[in-house]
């Protein structure tokens, strides 16, 4: 869950890696360095932290060479310090890596290279490639490179460098993710796109177990039985501007913000009016597939797990397709059952995340058809699946994730409905009325977005309360469990969801005045009785934060004697969210916004380090 990059050309290496490096500093950013090839020496910097300390000792001691490599890491194998930074060198200080991985089987290499005589400085696995690279050395580092990568087990992507020979920069894959850039009189390396947007537009999207030799001016491909590999330069479709903060004090502000744009760009070309049908692009299912499909099981991760808790209720309810949702690292621990017939919808932004990647491998074996939901163009989820229908977020860089979420909710809605169309399974009505619902998604997210101050003004009140409780019901479950993971994972508030029909079986122990407590409550099937839990949760002094459809008097009358007896004003909810009214089953996605920014205001509120939790990283590319 490292980032790397490289640069060889005529400029210096040391600002392009670094200016890359920033880029990727979201996966990951305990510690970092750099190093160049100079005058036929190495010349290195490694601290322990972020970036910041990186580009202050750059400037202490500048660096000068046309070639170099550099990472940001998060750290797997070894505490956070210099020592345990990359790149990491081999013994004679000629060869120099940097990783993105796990290496499996180091602990055996590292006994058999101590053996041999080397000496090792740090705690990582990644050392022992610095090693083995300088073991199988004869003057052609791709060849060292080649026979180092056939003893290794386990995952990589590596950027290697040798004092010998200044004008190669080599790279190299298995499972963690590398792309080529390609420039004039300059080529980069790099774990994405958005790294190296900056500097150029066209890429090689790196296969496994593919190997790359670059020059300035060249850039050569083969596999490890040296046979030539050919790929179609990949245009990045989005601008550089994209990958910065455009005026936003976080990337996660920006890309709360950038959810409206992003919601039309996911719906054009799928979805231009409530009365046509749905239209994919080739996802990798016929109409006959579609009308055989016997069970749908979603799986991912986190935020996109939460996603797919929304999607089984729109397959249900939509397509009538039985449909489970599964954690995917939990996914391998069990032995579903796969008819033919299953489809088995991967949600993932990055399309990378390792236990979302095993988790498809199973279904895959088990015989379920594949489906991405996928942000990162041509990342190895979108490959490995049959078909894949992109959210078309653009990057998203903050740790926490927020438009990909959204526009997950949406795609896996037009899926559902695409589904319902194609079995008639569901009236046309209620297909109008969701279709009307999604088309007004981006209007509305506009709205809640001028709105903000309303936020702003909410958690002003709650920001330095300890816990939280997230209660919903129905498909709004999920804005609860997604509301909750925002708020822990940026603020470190203690924030926990629940079904509000489980809040009676134990967690209302929990609520007392210092806990507040966010009840989803949009008026649908769920209403009444959330409107019971608002009042229970108040009778027990617990602040109560409701989120609301415009207009819905009832959620403010809350303890109000319908039939007779005074008005309990004390059992109104404290605060109050209201969203534009929309389809029940389309509320998660304006729900969520707000609950990201009150996440992020109250962060920041805090002081945190909003785009850069402590722990987390974007992209969780080990199990
Ligand atoms: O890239 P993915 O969508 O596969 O990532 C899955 C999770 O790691 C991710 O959603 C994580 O939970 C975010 N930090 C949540 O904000």
Redo the contacts with the bound molecule.
């Keep these: 869950m490292c980032g790397i990059v490289g640069y060889i050309g005529q400029r210096q290496a040391s600002a392009i890696c670094l200016a890359g490096l920033r880029r990727l500093e979201y996966r990951g950013y305990d510690s970092a360095g750099i190093v160049v090839v100079n005058a036929g020496r190495l010349d290195l910097h490694k601290v322990a932290g972020k970036l910041d300390s990186l580009a202050r000792a750059l400037e202490r001691r500048p660096i000068a060479g046309q070639i170099g490599i550099g990472h940001t890491r998060w750290a797997t194998h070894g505490k956070p310090s210099e020592t345990n930074a990359h790149p990491h060198l081999s013994c004679n200080g000629r060869i120099a890596v940097v990783h993105n991985g796990i290496i499996e089987n180091y602990q055996e290499l590292r006994r058999q290279l101590q053996a041999a005589g080397h000496t090792f400085r740090s705690q990582t696995d990644t050392e022992v490639m610095a090693h083995l690279v300088e073991q199988h050395y004869a003057g052609d580092p791709r060849e060292a490179v080649r026979r180092a990568v056939g003893e290794l087990q386990g995952a990589f992507a590596f950027g290697v460098v040798c004092a010998d020979n200044p004008g190669e920069l080599i790279a190299v894959r298995r499972f963690s993710p590398l792309v080529v850039g390609l420039g004039d009189g300059e080529n980069f390396i790099a774990s994405d796109m958005g790294a190296i947007r900056a500097e150029t537009d066209r890429v090689y999207v790196i296969g496994d177990d593919e190997l790359c030799r670059i020059t300035a001016d060249r850039v050569e491909i083969i596999d490890l039985e040296l046979r030539p590999v050919r790929h179609d330069v990949h245009v990045i479709p989005w601008p550089a501007e994209a990958a910065e903060k455009g005026g936003h004090k976080k990337f996660m502000h920006k890309e709360i913000h950038e959810q409206p744009v992003a919601m039309r760009a996911c719906l054009a070309g799928r979805l231009s009016s409530a009365d046509k049908p749905v239209t994919f692009e080739d996802i990798g299912l016929t109409a006959d597939n579609i009308r055989r499909l016997r069970k749908v099981v979603f799986t991912?991760?986190?935020?996109?797990?939460h996603a797919g808790v929304v999607g089984r209720f729109l397959m249900e309810k939509l397509a009538r397709i039985p449909a489970e949702t599964d954690i995917a690292a939990e996914l391998r621990h069990r032995d579903p059952v796969v008819f033919e017939d299953t489809l088995c919808i991967v949600?993932?932004?990055?399309?990378?995340?390792a236990d979302?990647l095993e988790a498809l491998r199973t279904m895959k074996r088990k015989g379920a058809r594949i489906l991405g939901v996928i942000?990162v163009v041509d990342s190895t989820i979108a490959r490995e699946g049959d078909g894949v229908a992109y959210i078309q977020a653009g990057p998203e860089i903050g740790?926490?994730?927020?438009k990909?979420?959204t526009l997950q909710i949406l795609t896996i809605a037009l899926l559902a409905l695409h589904f319902a169309e194609v079995r008639g399974a569901a009236s046309a009505e209620e297909l109008r009325a969701i279709k009307a619902a999604l088309l007004a998604a981006p209007a509305h997210a506009e709205e809640l977005l001028r709105r903000e101050s309303d936020v702003v003004a909410v958690a002003r009140k709650h920001f330095q309360k300890t816990s939280a409780l997230f209660l919903a019901r129905g498909v709004n479950l999920a804005s609860a469990m997604e509301g909750a993971?925002?708020m822990k994972?940026i603020s470190y508030i203690h924030a926990e969801a629940y079904s509000a029909g489980e809040m009676k079986h134990g967690p209302i122990a929990l609520v007392c005045p210092d806990v507040f407590v966010v009840a989803v409550a949009p008026r649908g099937p769920t209403h009444d009785e959330m409107i019971g839990n608002i009042m229970e949760i108040k009778a027990r002094s617990g602040p109560v934060i409701a989120v609301a459809f415009d207009g819905d008097t009832k959620v403010l009358q809350t303890g109000a004697d319908d039939a007779a007896g005074p008005r309990d004003t004390t059992a109104q909810p404290n605060d109050m969210i209201w969203v534009p009214p929309t389809h029940e089953m389309v509320s998660p996605v304006t729900i969520a916004i707000p609950l990201q920014l009150l996440a992020y205001h109250v962060a920041d509120l805090r002081g945190e380090h909003i785009d850069q939790p402590r722990n987390?990283a974007?992209?969780?590319t080990v199990k």
């Design positions: 991912a991760c986190g935020t996109a797990y949600i993932s932004q990055s399309g990378e995340t979302t942000n740790v926490a994730s927020t990909a979420y993971l925002k994972e987390l974007k992209t969780v």
